[in-house]
């Protein structure tokens, strides 16, 4: 009984230590969460309010069901992009329809968000999640850095007027800009109070650690501005400067009529498909990035299946309640864990709170400054880059450097998804080249004259052509031993190779000899060939009690 009586207490004091932290940090979340949720919907041409149901459905659902405590989901740009073509496409199809129906962009978007879902379903119940633990470390950093920069320049873009135009007139630029800097106006003001918010963000851990920093930051930035009355860019500001009209909205409910409009045919799959794959990919990847970086930083272990099931449950009830999709968001992410949070609470109350903000408090977060947000968006960027990439890149491999430069590259100028399938790829490729040059043959002759070829190394595609190179059929004697003992017949070419091998060896009137290869292997050499039973050695009892002699490596 007080073992059970203790057992319960411990439970209940690890599950309620960091309650403090995780609210404090979803709150915090939830602020810096605003911005980049109406930029998706800027980017995707939607409804800002759609865009934050959406964020609040799956990073809800997400927080409860996924596979990762402390990782934060929302609408996510990275899934934003891939949607703006099909809704512009959407749109045209809905106006050259028989009886023409507008905004029907928006309504293949809640078809093909529920068809991500499904996919990402899918990939965690056949276990695809697992996939990503073979993500390699040079490529988990170039991702981290390629983000990093990615929301930095995503951070600049609230300057408009640092934006340039044309380098045709950089020079009118600089000039423009210098005259700026030197007079009180929005840039110096926005500026100014980055800075200010970056400085209280940084250093006040040190003064008092169990504050949160980037939550005081925002509230103390917020206060100056409101009580000094300066006139500064709000969130309240920007979302109606990109034509929104507010935070004002309802709780989201499923909406039967947007459905209504949707047709559902063969046509429409067809269309919708191929976005909602490429989504659903771009989503998981992020996603699982996110919580391998979170496993790594709090030295924890997530379940990438369980987080794919979590986030395809996410988006499907975002799509059908008429929300947006979304994924696990590094930045925020970030966030969170800088603001301790690391449980699923945390997740959940940034979730409510964006919710409260939309029904009840819209006009006092229309209030906070952009700049306090961009602060502490800035600082998530110094903590998020790998700065220690720059001390290794002399100390690791040329190709492992080179992946990550690669990586980062391609995840700034192109997209993430394409950026982390690349570095794999690479690496892979240059794993597969080390290996081949990895096979070795140690030869030798027995006392009744027959010769043995000791293999060494992995035997697969990339080293069948040394393989081969290793054998004199020509010049053998008419007995010949091939010991796989020290190597792995590692895939189909392997096996395709040594059946080459013995049929050439046969050709020649010799009699060749396959000893110590794996169980599998045997199964599949005869299941391809049954003849090769006669070639394949069965109950060698000591590999290694003969003396070798005139052994060398070839």
Not at 435 to 461: H, M, S, W
Request: glycine fraction near 8%.
């Amino acid at each position: 009984m007080f073992d059970k009586e203790y057992t319960m207490n411990a439970l209940i004091q690890k599950s309620t230590a960091n309650i403090k932290n995780d609210i404090l940090a979803g709150m915090t979340v939830s602020l810096a969460m605003i911005p980049e949720v109406v930029a998706f919907a800027f980017v995707a041409k939607i409804d800002p309010l759609v865009a934050l149901s959406g964020a609040f459905i799956v990073g809800l659902i997400a927080a409860i069901f996924g596979g990762r405590p402390g990782l934060i989901s929302g609408a996510a740009g990275a899934v934003a992009v891939i949607f703006v073509d099909m809704i512009a496409k959407g749109h045209a199809k809905g106006l050259a329809f028989e009886t023409p129906i507008d905004n029907m962009g928006y309504y293949y978007l809640l078809g093909a968000v529920v068809l991500m879902g499904l996919l990402q379903i899918f990939a965690g119940y056949f276990k695809l999640g697992r996939f990503v633990r073979l993500i390699p470390h040079s490529v988990m950093l170039g991702f981290v850095n390629g983000l990093a920069i990615v929301i930095f320049l995503a951070q600049v873009k609230m300057f408009p007027q640092l934006q340039v135009t044309s380098f045709e007139n950089i020079g009118e630029w600089f000039s423009g800009l210098f005259h700026q800097l030197t007079e009180i106006n929005a840039l110096t003001k926005m500026i100014f109070f980055v800075v200010v918010t970056m400085l209280i963000t940084h250093f006040l851990p040190k003064i008092a650690p169990k504050l949160p920093a980037a939550l005081i930051a925002i509230l103390i930035v917020t206060l100056v501005t409101i009580f000094a009355e300066i006139d500064v860019e709000t969130v309240g500001s920007y979302i109606r400067n990109g034509g929104g009209t507010g935070l004002k909205g309802e709780f989201p409910t499923p909406n039967v009529e947007l459905w209504s409009n949707l047709p559902f045919n063969l046509d429409t799959i067809k269309f919708i498909f191929p976005y909602a794959f490429l989504a659903a990919s771009v989503g998981l990847i992020e996603s699982l990035m996110t919580l391998n970086l979170v496993d790594e930083l709090t030295e924890t272990r997530g379940n990438g299946n369980r987080e794919c099931v979590g986030q395809g449950i996410g988006n499907i009830v975002s799509g059908l309640f008429g929300g947006t999709g979304g994924c696990g968001m590094i930045g925020q992410t970030m966030i969170n864990i800088n603001a301790k949070g690391r449980g699923r609470l945390s997740g959940i109350i940034m979730a409510l709170t964006l919710l409260s903000f939309i029904l009840f408090a819209d006009k006092y977060i229309e209030m906070v400054p952009i700049s306090a947000l961009v602060g502490v968006m800035f600082i998530m960027v110094i903590e998020t880059f790998a700065w220690s990439s720059f001390r290794i890149m002399r100390k690791i491999p040329k190709s492992d450097a080179f992946v990550l430069v690669a990586v980062s590259v391609i995840t700034v100028f192109v997209d993430l998804a394409i950026a982390v399938f690349a570095g794999v790829i690479i690496s892979a490729l240059v794993f597969a080249w080390e290996n081949a040059k990895k096979i070795r043959a140690r030869k030798r002759f027995k006392e009744d004259g027959t010769k043995v070829y000791e293999i060494f190394g992995p035997l697969f595609f990339g080293s069948i052509q040394a393989f081969n190179e290793k054998f004199d059929v020509k010049n053998d004697p008419e007995k010949v031993e091939i010991d796989f003992l020290e190597s792995r017949v590692s895939d189909h070419s392997a096996l395709e190779a040594l059946h080459n091998l013995v049929e050439r060896y046969e050709n020649a009137g010799k009699k060749v000899t396959l000893k110590h290869l794996s169980e599998e292997c045997k199964d599949l050499m005869i299941k391809a060939s049954p003849k090769l039973v006669s070639v394949i050695e069965e109950a060698i009892d000591d590999p290694r009690y003969h003396v070798m002699t005139d052994g060398d490596f070839i």
